[in-house]
């Protein structure tokens, strides 16, 4: 399985500035999905990244808010811009890989997570 | 619309009883399932997965059963151990490059 390295792996930011969230693979791959979990729910989808074009945003997420760069098939960022409070989350990074186990199936590995506290 | 439901947000066992996590799904167009186990400093991690054509997956403790006409899976635990607490997604791709659609996840809580 790929391994993620993110980071940082939790930040406390004051409101109205950005931060940027950085994940390198150990291996090169296409597309690199980012993701947010808000407290107490699930994992939602913000953009798929894919080396040399523009990252695909999905529903209720733009770019302007969230910007993100694909320089190369091993390195992705995020950055969270003009931060509110609602903004806090944690926001992971993952990538397609076929996963461990019987039946071989295609899945995410994720990285370890950026847990954002804006205050 | 949330394709995949997790309906119980949390759920209490005892060390070395069975745990029982529930998921239900309204697309029958799903080509299998994927269980992924949460802690809470970390990012989520491959459990267990099914394809839509079994009804069964075993993997040492842990179990994932598919009914098809229910549209339901259940993953089970057995025994279940103090180190399983964590929160459990059960997820399935839609779309494009096999994307996830992610349940709102089940706490499990051990205790020992």
């Known amino acids: 399985s790929a391994v993620i390295s993110q980071k940082p792996s939790r930040d406390i930011c004051q409101r109205g500035t950005s931060l940027t969230i950085q994940c390198q693979v150990d291996s090169q791959v296409t597309m690199m999905f980012w993701y947010r979990q808000q407290p107490g729910q699930s994992l939602t989808l913000i953009a798929t990244a894919n080396q040399g074009s523009e990252a695909t945003y999905e529903s209720g997420f733009v770019i302007d808010k969230f910007p993100i760069s694909r320089p190369n098939l091993t390195f992705s960022t995020l950055t969270v811009s003009n931060m509110s409070p609602e903004d806090s989350s944690i926001y992971l990074c993952?990538?397609?890989?076929?996963?461990?186990?019987?039946?071989?199936?295609?899945?995410?590995?994720f990285g370890s997570g950026t847990r954002l506290t804006v205050v | 619309d949330q394709q995949v439901k997790q309906n119980s947000p949390s759920l209490s066992v005892q060390e070395g009883r069975i745990s029982i996590l529930n998921c239900d799904y309204t697309n029958s167009m799903f080509d299998y399932f994927l269980w992924y186990k949460k802690y809470p400093a970390e990012g989520p991690t491959f459990l267990i997965s099914?394809?839509?054509?079994?009804d069964k997956n075993e993997d040492g403790r842990f179990t994932v059963f598919l009914n098809k006409s229910a549209k339901h899976l259940s993953l089970h635990i057995v025994p279940s151990q103090p180190g399983d607490s964590a929160v459990y997604f059960c997820a399935a791709p839609l779309g494009r490059g096999n994307m996830l659609t992610f349940g709102g996840g089940t706490r499990l809580m051990v205790k020992p």
């Open positions: 993952s990538v397609e890989d076929l996963l461990r186990g019987r039946g071989g199936h295609y899945g995410y590995t």
């Open positions: 099914i394809s839509s054509i079994k």
